[in-house]
């Protein structure tokens, strides 16, 4: 069963190396570099260039609609045969975020409380970028479900840099 990664930018080379991953998604500020693994082919690598902010802030990228859209095709295109690692600087709000949207789209009966849960049990530190999810919940159609949930599960304990987790696509 393939799984969805998540693991700070310090973390990419080993966790892509380490999961087998062919997918790659990074939710980055868009000057930062980001090196991509050999092991994943450029059209297997998607770069969203957005601060993590919910709101307008000068000299920032606000995430949009968008931005949230071509992560949901990307994953609609990915074909679960090897896992998919995502991130962002830290681990721990836009990779978050990213993964829990993955997991919604690719599970679209599944309850989005249990996803949530499940991702705080992987990771004390998440806290997923309330922006993103919403964007997700509506394109998602989950009809606030998502926001919800992430409500539920609460900010996770302070960190600079998160630990790099998996969780299955199903149950």
Not at 2 to 25: D, I
Request: negative net charge.
């Amino acid at each position: 069963m393939s799984k969805v990664f998540v693991c700070p930018l310090s973390l990419v080379s080993a966790t892509v190396a380490g999961s087998g991953a062919r997918h790659l998604v990074s939710l980055i500020n868009d000057d930062t570099p980001v090196v991509r693994p050999v092991a994943v082919p450029p059209e297997n690598h998607l770069f969203l260039g957005i601060n993590d902010i919910i709101e307008p802030a000068e000299g920032m990228i606000l995430p949009a609609l968008e931005h949230v859209q071509t992560l949901v095709d990307f994953v609609d295109r990915w074909d679960r045969e090897r896992p998919l690692v995502v991130h962002c600087y830290a681990g721990i709000s836009r990779s978050t975020a990213a993964a829990f949207i993955a997991l919604c789209a690719v599970n679209p009966e599944r309850d989005e409380a249990a996803i949530a849960l499940q991702m705080r049990k992987a990771s004390p530190s998440a806290t997923p970028n309330s922006r993103i999810v919403g964007f997700g919940d509506q394109l998602l159609r989950r009809n606030g479900r998502m926001i919800e949930a992430v409500k539920a599960i609460g900010r996770g304990e302070m960190a600079v840099e998160g630990m790099p987790f998996a969780i299955p696509i199903a149950d």
